[in-house]
């Protein structure tokens, strides 16, 4: 199994809340903030699946600490996700 970790920016836009990876340019949204980390696993590991099984690079992630100094008013995470290598499923 492989191991993915990103950083993600969280933050709360009228009655919803919005997770970007900014590395991969992808967004979740959920009502509750659980939902929110919950689907952002989710969608980080079908991201890191299809790359993985249809050979393609990911982008290097950037460093926390510059997500978060270019992000000081949301919140700031690494959210990870395990695929198996070249798109096999167990």
């Keep these: 199994m492989k191991?993915?970790?990103f950083p993600a920016i969280f933050y709360k836009?009228?009655?919803k809340y919005i997770v970007l990876f900014p590395d991969l340019n992808i967004t979740?949204?959920?009502?509750?903030?659980e939902e929110a980390f919950l689907f952002a696993k989710d969608?980080?590991?079908v991201y890191c699946s299809y790359s993985e099984k249809f050979d393609l690079e990911l982008e290097t992630p950037s460093t926390?600490?510059?997500i978060r100094s270019q992000n000081p008013n949301n919140l700031c995470m690494l959210v990870?996700?395990?695929v198996?290598?070249?798109g096999v499923r167990i």
């Design 3 to 5: 191991q993915f970790l």
């Design 13 to 15: 836009e009228d009655d």
């Design 28 to 33: 979740t949204e959920a009502e509750t903030a």
């Design 43 to 45: 969608s980080l590991k």
């Design 64 to 66: 926390f600490e510059k």
């Design 80 to 82: 990870d996700c395990f």
């Design 84 to 86: 198996m290598p070249n």
